[in-house]
């Protein structure tokens, strides 16, 4: 892509997705995420109710009377974006590709972090991990998370969910909100995400598009596996296969609820071809009302 093409689509990007930030958030994104981490603030004498678990027994002893350690909301959150940019987002049948929806998703969720004074970091992964982005503050790296988004070739072909969350759990010291972003088309990876939650707060965002959901009745046509390159004709006339395709594909979405809700994982789908302001927005408002 021309460098002047590039910057043209991340400033159209950049207007789009700052505006809709303050949409979506408008003053939820703390309260949405608070209570992951809590930051030593100092001591004081000990008073009648407070827990004895949080007496310092070091400053206890030294002045000869109970002191309580102190601690604070920890408000600097540090927020990780698993991108998947695998072959399988190059596919979108109605208003944008799944790599577009993905790209704009990143955008907000970015511009919502430094916001608040966050730190954002990128994961981008194909069967691989593609590309490692370390978390940092400003305007400057998030519009170079965009312009890699938008411009990002993968060398792999692929998906691997599992090594990605294994990433994420080896790489990312401090506690996390971690936003996954992928189709979830592969599978094996329940251990992964387990482990990962317990130590970051995995919010899983599920990009579809309609067509994988129900094929149209559109007679002969040939398809082609994007990440393997096989090809096949399909007669999507034939009433019985088109049947079967939607029924697998409720088993399969009703099998990754489930594991969503085994691990505790907080998830939402969203659609190629309708908004996604009011589904994220009813997800963030869903965790504020849990706190």
Do not use: C
Request: charged share 30%; net charge positive; aromatic share 10%.
């Amino acid at each position: 892509m021309e460098t002047s093409d590039l910057i043209k689509k991340v400033r159209k990007i950049e207007i789009k997705t700052r505006g809709l930030s303050d949409q979506i958030f408008s003053g939820q994104y703390h309260s949405a995420f608070k209570g992951k981490g809590m930051a030593f603030s100092e001591v004081r004498e000990y008073q009648y109710g407070d827990d004895i678990r949080s007496i310092d027994w070091n400053v206890t002893a030294r002045f000869n009377h109970p002191y309580v350690k102190i601690f604070d909301e920890e408000r600097e959150l540090t927020v990780i974006l698993i991108i998947d940019v695998s072959r399988s987002n190059e596919f979108g049948t109605q208003k944008q590709l799944k790599q577009e929806l993905i790209t704009e998703l990143a955008a907000v969720l970015a511009f919502s972090a430094i916001h608040n004074n966050d730190k954002v970091g990128v994961i981008f992964f194909s069967k691989e991990i593609e590309k490692f982005i370390p978390p940092k503050k400003g305007t400057t790296h998030i519009l170079r998370i965009i312009r890699e988004l938008i411009n990002f070739t993968p060398k792999y072909s692929g998906t691997d969910t599992a090594n990605a969350l294994r990433y994420l759990t080896n790489a990312i010291k401090k506690k996390s909100i971690a936003f996954l972003m992928t189709d979830f088309l592969d599978k094996e990876f329940d251990n992964a995400l387990k482990i990962a939650n317990k130590k970051h707060d995995v919010i899983a965002l599920k990009i579809n598009d309609v067509r994988e959901k129900e094929l149209p009745d559109a007679g002969l046509i040939k398809v082609k596996d994007a990440e393997s390159g096989a090809t096949r004709w399909i007669d999507t006339s034939n009433t019985l296969l088109r049947k079967i395709f939607k029924e697998n594909k409720i088993k399969s979405d009703e099998a990754l609820n489930d594991l969503f809700i085994r691990r505790g994982v907080d998830n939402v789908e969203l659609y190629t071809d309708k908004d996604y302001v009011m589904p994220l927005m009813k997800l963030f408002k869903k965790r504020e009302s849990r706190w």
